[in-house]
């Protein structure tokens, strides 16, 4: 991964966008039971938890 690709990922993380790619790779990896969201449909859904469900999380 190169130093570009590092810090994207970091400024993601601090100002709150989330990593469909993490999110895919968690899916399979902890749920493979259930379907993986689509990359607008997780777009939705994490905006969704945000401000409807200050604080929750999968794990």
Not at 4 to 23: C, E, L, Q, S
Not at 27 to 42: D, G, I, M, N
């Amino acid at each position: 991964m190169s130093l570009f690709h590092r810090i994207a990922k970091v400024v993601r993380r601090i100002i709150g966008v989330p990593d469909y790619d993490a999110y895919v790779s968690h899916q399979r990896r902890h749920h493979p039971e259930c379907a993986v969201l689509s990359r607008e449909a997780f777009g939705q859904d994490m905006l969704a938890r945000r401000y409807e469900k200050p604080g929750s999380r999968c794990c």
